[in-house]
Every structure is written in C-alpha cells, then in structure tokens.
C-alpha cells in the first residue's frame, strides 16, 4: 500500500512542480447520480482521474437500486463506468479502487459482480469493511484511473 500511495504522491509532486500550473478539473456527468454532498463526482489532476465513491444509486430515481449487497455493487460500478465514460475512459484505465462494505461477509457476492466490470488486468484494490454508509448503502466502490493523451 505504501508504494502505490507513494506513486500517486509522486505524480501529484511532479505535477505541482513542473513548469505549468497543475490543472485541477472537476468532471460531472448529468448522467451519473448527483452528489450526496460537497464534492464532486470526479477531479482530474496529474494525469490521474479520481472518482468519488458511488454508491448504488439509480441516477434516475435518486434512491438505491436495490436493497441487496450484490445489486448496489452492479448500480455503483455502473456510476462509476458512467463517470470514466464522460471523461472519455474505460474500466482498463482504472489503476485502482477502493471498496467499502458495511459486511465483510458480503465479500464473495461483491467479487462476483466486481469481476464482471474489471476482467482484463483488473486495478489494484483495497476493501475494508465499515460501519455505516450514506442513505444506507451496503457499498461504495472509488476509483483512480489514468488519463489517456
């Protein structure tokens, strides 16, 4: 965990001090849920693209998809798919998620789904376990993916 925190430090570091000012650029997409609060869906900067952590809200109605683990997993890697979409990017650009679940016992339903979006090289990923989530979600999955060009 400590080389791959220290790789994103690193870039952020040669980002900030190169010659031109670092860009910082928020990426929204009317598409995606709107946020639950003060951030934004995704930021760009150094290269990188960061997606805040979705839940499995259905942009549509504004309410989680389903009351299942498995379900919210599908709807929030669909968010987050939706999100890297705008920004011009696939899941192969992902380099690294983060998943939270309220129940480690949900662990095994999650990586069924979870492979489904990341088959060919799948990022690196954490998962821990927590004890509550926003709107009551099972889930939150966030993503780092690498900007192209």
Do not use: H
């Not at 946020?35 to 979705?54: D, N, T």
């Amino acid at each position: 965990m400590r080389r791959r925190a220290g790789w994103i430090a690193a870039a952020l570091l040669a980002a900030a001090c190169s010659s031109q000012t670092p860009v910082r650029r928020p990426r929204v997409t009317p598409a995606a849920p709107t946020a639950v609060g003060p951030y934004c869906q995704a930021i760009e900067g150094a290269g990188l693209l960061f997606v805040s952590g979705q839940i499995g809200i259905d942009p549509a109605t504004g309410e989680l998809s389903s009351p299942e683990t498995r379900g919210q997993v599908e709807q929030a890697l669909k968010n987050v798919t939706i999100i890297l979409e705008a920004a011009g990017l696939t899941c192969d650009d992902v380099v690294k998620t983060t998943v939270f679940l309220v129940d480690l016992e949900d662990y095994a339903g999650m990586n069924e789904v979870y492979a489904r979006s990341f088959k060919n090289a799948p990022p690196a990923r954490s998962t821990v376990q927590v004890a509550k989530l926003p709107k009551g979600a099972r889930v939150e999955i966030e993503a780092i993916a690498m900007m192209r060009g």
